[in-house]
């Protein structure tokens, strides 16, 4: 039997990048997925069940909408009878100065981010006290910590979900709900294909093992902190940044 037979997650903005890494470990585990995501759910969802032993299931979801976000874990119940494991990671960036940042690119930064991670982490809580147990991860990044020029909106919503990740863990912790948090470094997916190369080459050089992380590597700690393995972690940041940023 596999690790996550017969358990059931929610991984949003899973038809790309990081979380579609995450749904693949968790399908590879053996376990139901729903892959929440503004556009190409449904084929991300065919061909992680293609790889199976678990399975996926395709949801149009927009993180910031109270409907869609309900909808998914309803989706979840549905298709696997349980909401065992809810990712909040889906997100974009919009990079500039404050000098030509709009109130709009702020906004829209803080909905996806912390706003869809709020809805999500309620919505799965409301599930998961029923069942008195659940597991909750949300995908910050490291430039919560640093604060990154160009990114006032990404910096502060990231690092407001470090907040929301401790005052769930602690509102939750006696119904038996774990929330933790990942940090990613700079990770090889198409949201960073937007940085200049002279700027990758800089943060590459004060990386300390040396390289770009790959979604496996986010992909595996998030799985560690949906699993039993973590048990007694919640509340946790843990950094995946080759060093960086330590
Ligand atoms: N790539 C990195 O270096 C890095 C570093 C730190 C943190 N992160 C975080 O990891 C997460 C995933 O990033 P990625 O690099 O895989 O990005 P990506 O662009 O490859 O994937 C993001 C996914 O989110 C979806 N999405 C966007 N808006 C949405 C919405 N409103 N509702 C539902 N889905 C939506 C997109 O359609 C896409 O599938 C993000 O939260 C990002 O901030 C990434």
Known sequence: MEEFTGRVGVVTGAANGIGYAIARSL????????????AGADEAARALTLEGPGKAVGIRCDVTSEEDVAAAAAAAVEHGGSLDHWVNNAGFTRDMT??????EDFRAVID???VGGWLGTRAAAAVM???GRGTIVNISSTSA???NPGQTNYSAAKAGLIGLTKAAAKELGHLGIRVNAVQPGLV???MIEKLK???LEARLADTPLGRFG??????????YLLSDRSAFLTGAVIQVSGGRHM
């Open 214 to 223: 790959e979604v496996e590597d986010v992909a595996d700690t998030v799985s």
């Open 27 to 38: 399908v590879n585990g053996g376990a139901t997925v729903v892959v929440a995501d503004v």
């Open 129 to 131: 006290r029923e069942q």
């Open 197 to 199: 190369p002279e700027i």
């Open 188 to 190: 090889r997916t198409p």
């Open 98 to 103: 404050m000098r030509r940042m709009t109130l």
């Open 145 to 147: 910590k640093t604060g």
């Open 112 to 114: 996806v981010h912390l």
